[in-house]
């Protein structure tokens, strides 16, 4: 029992005036991995094309195979035979499977021998399909963010991704075996997703730790999307290909992205690392002081108050930077003359000049040096001097 090729010219002459059953693929649009035959009478082919329901086929029935499909003859959920190459072919009970394998060659027949059907055909047989074409645009999205350590920011960042990613079908009697569902008449790939797509993910996840393993910067990751896609292939291939007969074709990273918080750690440390520059520091102290001039003239208070802000401001940036140094000297200095002055008995007029001992009057502004007063308290006995006295009443030291 099997199939056999058919005649084309035969089936659009004698036998489809005998409304010979012809059985075709069901709907199978672009995301449909599995579908059902469906016979369609000759006479409605030739005027509409109009299918009709699911059913078993008959000894002598016709299977329209179309490219890119994958025509299984099954009886009581076994495969009697099969064909990956377009063209019509004929139920013939009497013939051996003959095994069309196409594409595939020989290697589907490994396969075969542990699902064929080995029993007396019955009047159970039916025809599925299966999809070769690659099956594009199945979405994935982590569902929580992957933690990724960044040794340059020597902190435990976290990624979110999200993309599609394609499968093809490598072994269809494998994969009818493993994935489809028993008793299924039309499987669209996100009816089995699930169980691939946490695989997927978990791929997804081993990679990106190894990109973190091999020290690769989180602010790289990006760049890189060709080298995941194809490290993540390769991983699920292995796994796929083996056990349920399909294999990772292509994957698309639309977007990598950082959750909230490692965004703004990863702002903060290059602020940091940018300030940490002395040509890019004074670039920005530059830039805000040209900044503040630009917005003094708008300022409510007036150009004059503003431009006082602005003075505060660019002191305030200068100390930042270093730029009080030699004012700071310059005070120490003066402080240093003036301690010396009183110490050789100079005297510090009224108007703030700094005059020497033997000066009795100021030539800054004439003013006369001012009387020596006693000191408040005794040096001697630490006792409150009496104002006006010369001399302490505790102990009789002189004063002054």
């Not at 075969?112 to 070769?132: D, W």
């Not at 976290?158 to 079908?169: D, E, N, Q």
């Not at 996100?190 to 081993?206: G, T």
């Not at 020596?372 to 630490?382: D, E, H, I, K, L």
Request: neutral net charge; glycine residues 12%.
């Amino acid at each position: 029992m099997g199939i056999i090729k058919a005649v084309i010219g035969a089936i659009g002459g004698g036998l489809a005036d005998s409304w010979l059953e012809v059985v075709e693929c069901g709907d199978m649009g672009d995301n449909t991995v599995f579908a059902s035959g469906v016979k369609v009478r000759q006479g409605d082919r030739r005027n509409q094309n109009v299918k009709g329901t699911a059913d078993t086929v008959s000894n002598g029935s016709i299977i329209h195979v179309y490219d890119n499909q994958f025509m299984m003859l099954v009886d009581g959920g076994k495969v009697v035979d099969y064909t990956a190459e377009p063209g019509y072919f004929k139920v013939e009970h009497s013939s051996m499977p003959s095994l069309f394998g196409g594409q595939f060659g020989d290697s589907l027949k490994e396969t075969f021998q542990r699902i064929k059907y080995g029993g007396t055909p019955s009047s159970a047989q039916k025809v599925f399909f299966i999809n070769l074409q690659e099956i594009k645009g199945i979405k994935f999205g982590t569902r929580n963010p992957i933690n990724y350590f960044d040794s340059f920011y020597n902190s435990e960042l976290f990624l979110r991704a999200h993309g599609t990613y394609s499968i093809k079908v490598t072994d269809p009697l494998k994969f009818y075996m493993e994935a489809i569902p028993r008793n299924a008449q039309n499987v669209d790939i996100n009816d089995i997703n699930e169980q691939y797509l946490n695989e997927f993910l978990e791929a997804l996840q081993s990679a990106i730790n190894q990109m973190s393993a091999d020290g690769t910067r989180i602010s790289f990751v990006t760049s890189k999307t060709r080298e995941l896609s194809k490290y993540m292939a390769e991983t699920l291939d292995a796994d796929w290909n083996q056990m349920r007969g399909m294999q990772v074709q292509s994957v698309g990273i639309g977007s990598l992205s950082y959750d909230e918080e490692s965004q703004k750690l990863i702002n903060m440390r290059n602020a940091g690392a940018m300030l940490s520059d002395p040509s890019v520091r004074e670039g920005y102290v530059q830039g805000a002081m040209a900044r503040g001039v630009e917005a003094a003239g708008s300022n409510e208070a007036g150009a004059g108050a503003a431009f006082v802000g602005v003075g505060l401001g660019m002191n305030a940036a200068g100390s930042m930077a270093g730029a009080f140094s030699s004012s700071n000297q310059q005070q120490m200095q003066q402080q240093q003359s003036q301690q010396a002055q009183q110490a050789a008995g100079g005297w510090k007029c009224a108007c703030g000049a700094d005059n020497a001992s033997g000066m009795a009057f100021c030539p800054s502004c004439g003013s006369k040096k001012p009387e020596r007063q006693a000191s408040a308290f005794c040096p001697n006995c630490g006792a409150k001097a009496q104002p006006g006295a010369k001399f302490c009443a505790g102990c009789g030291n002189k004063l002054g």
